[in-house]
């Protein structure tokens, strides 16, 4: 009799001895334990490599990264500013009791100065805030200041006062002057501004502001046209420079708003505009800052820049611009050549490091990498050329996730060397390559998970084989 179709499992297990059997089931649960050991500890988003994942030791500028996982979520981990060495094992890290809203950055005496999140702010438009606190190394508040109208960035002056953003509704008279934007079909019929305020640290009084709709000719900055109505600036950046600052000398503000793709440097005695660039070149920046060599370094995300073919998605840059000629002196796209491997739509930020090497924050994806440039632009020679002529020399992956988004979003982060601040204990070398097993473990999870993949096919392939040759046996039998 020809037995035909699927295995006839009655005759299978009428021919099989014992021992046979055992010995099947062997590698059916061998296959499943692999399978299932696999998923459970290497599960998503765990697939993804975490920590450093690129490393060229003789290009970086070595120090200590602190960075600040983005969540609003009720979670311990998510409630914590790490610094990480150059492995990405964390030599320290900081418990807050407001989320994140958005970042925090060490002082040169180690304090950090964070800013989080107030539950009041939530009705409030996008970008967190409400409260800033400094905080020592051991976790202890030192000061805090609270307003829940705070929101995404804040700087310290020399005289220890704290400059920030705050929002402020558009004037009744005012809101027939704004240009642009979409009216969505909840919007409330507020518009929201932007004042840009100095604290002062022992009263808490608001001591100097600049209002965005009174300083500067609403009529002549018009919204994004992809962006909501809901806000005109949304200011993302604020940044003191001090007299004798290497852009002119004065005693300025720089700051970045999003909505009009414009960065802008203030006089911060007089309130007049002594520079603004951006409008029809960048598309909804952050993280503005002035360079020694008196340049201009930002994160230009392109949330709504249109991509180059309809295969590509929008690409993200870093420039550096000369504010005296507004001309694009230098800039990073990203690794592919549509700079696919390169795009955060939203928060991100840039760090020039001491050694010329540029730290990125690409935000929405929780990736910090520092950047050698490895070329200089030649006269007559088109920018875009260079694009590629930056080299990746550091590359850290957050394996930090929110609970339920499955996002591991970074607003910014900053590297500090050895030098650059007062620790208060003993810093270990930030290249120590002792690592526990843990460690190793978790900085390998990527090659063990596909090596236990790999395992798990071969035995299922080998498992096929066995019926294959069973049932071909089987059919012999019964012939």
Not at 49 to 63: A, E, F, L, M, S
Not at 95 to 114: A, C, E, M, Q, R
Request: glycine share 8%.
């Amino acid at each position: 009799m020809h037995i035909s179709g699927f295995m006839n499992w009655k005759l299978f297990f009428e021919y099989r001895s014992l021992k046979q059997i055992k010995r099947l089931w062997f590698v059916l649960i061998n296959s499943i334990f692999f399978i299932f050991f696999a998923s459970a500890v290497f599960a998503y988003p765990s697939v993804v490599q975490h920590g450093v994942t690129i490393d060229k030791p003789t290009d970086t500028y070595d120090g200590f990264t602190l960075y600040t996982p983005v969540s609003r979520e009720k979670g311990k981990l998510l409630h914590h500013v790490y610094l990480v060495d150059m492995q990405g094992d964390v030599v320290h890290s900081w418990p807050v009791n407001h989320s994140p809203g958005l970042y925090g950055f060490l002082l040169k005496d180690s304090t950090l100065l964070y800013a989080g999140s107030t539950s009041n702010h939530e009705s409030l438009p996008g970008g967190g805030g409400g409260v800033i606190q400094e905080i020592d190394w051991d976790g202890n508040i030192m000061w805090e200041y609270k307003n829940d109208f705070l929101h995404h960035d804040f700087d310290k002056l020399p005289n220890g006062n704290i400059m920030a953003i705050m929002w402020e509704p558009i004037k009744t008279e005012n809101m027939d002057r704004i240009r642009g934007g979409i009216i969505a079909k909840d919007w409330d019929g507020v518009t929201w501004s932007d004042v840009l305020i100095e604290i002062d640290y022992d009263t808490k009084e608001i001591v100097w502001e600049w209002h965005t709709q009174d300083m500067m000719q609403i009529e002549n900055y018009s919204i994004d046209d992809l962006n909501n109505r809901n806000e005109w600036t949304h200011a993302n950046t604020v940044e003191y420079l001090p007299a004798g600052n290497s852009y002119n000398g004065e005693e300025s503000v720089l700051t970045s708003f999003r909505y009009l793709d414009t960065v802008m440097i203030i006089n911060k005695a007089t309130g007049e505009i002594s520079w603004e660039w951006g409008d029809g070149i960048l598309n909804g920046q952050h993280d503005s800052t002035l360079l020694e060599n008196g340049n201009v370094l930002l994160y230009d995300n392109g949330m709504h820049r249109p991509a180059l073919k309809k295969t590509q998605r929008p690409n993200s840059k870093v420039i550096e611009v000369n504010p005296q000629t507004n001309e694009i002196v230098w800039e990073y796209q990203g690794d592919g050549m549509d700079g696919s491997r390169f795009f955060s739509g939203k928060i991100s930020g840039t760090q020039r490091l001491p050694n010329g090497n540029t730290l990125i924050t690409e935000g929405d994806f929780g990736r910090i990498f520092e950047v050698k440039p490895n070329g200089k632009k030649e006269k007559n020679k088109p920018l875009y050329r260079l694009k590629f002529d930056n080299e990746i020399v550091w590359e850290y992956i957050s394996p930090h996730y929110s609970n339920t988004a499955h996002l591991n979003a970074i607003f910014r982060s900053y590297r500090y060397g050895l030098d650059d601040i007062d620790w208060p204990v003993d810093m270990p070398d930030p290249r120590d390559d002792t690592k526990s097993f843990y460690q190793i473990l978790e900085s390998n999870k990527k090659y063990i998970f596909y090596t236990l993949i790999g395992i798990t096919v071969i035995s299922v392939c080998l498992n096929i084989v066995f019926f294959i040759r069973t049932r071909r046996r089987l059919v012999k039998r019964r012939k």
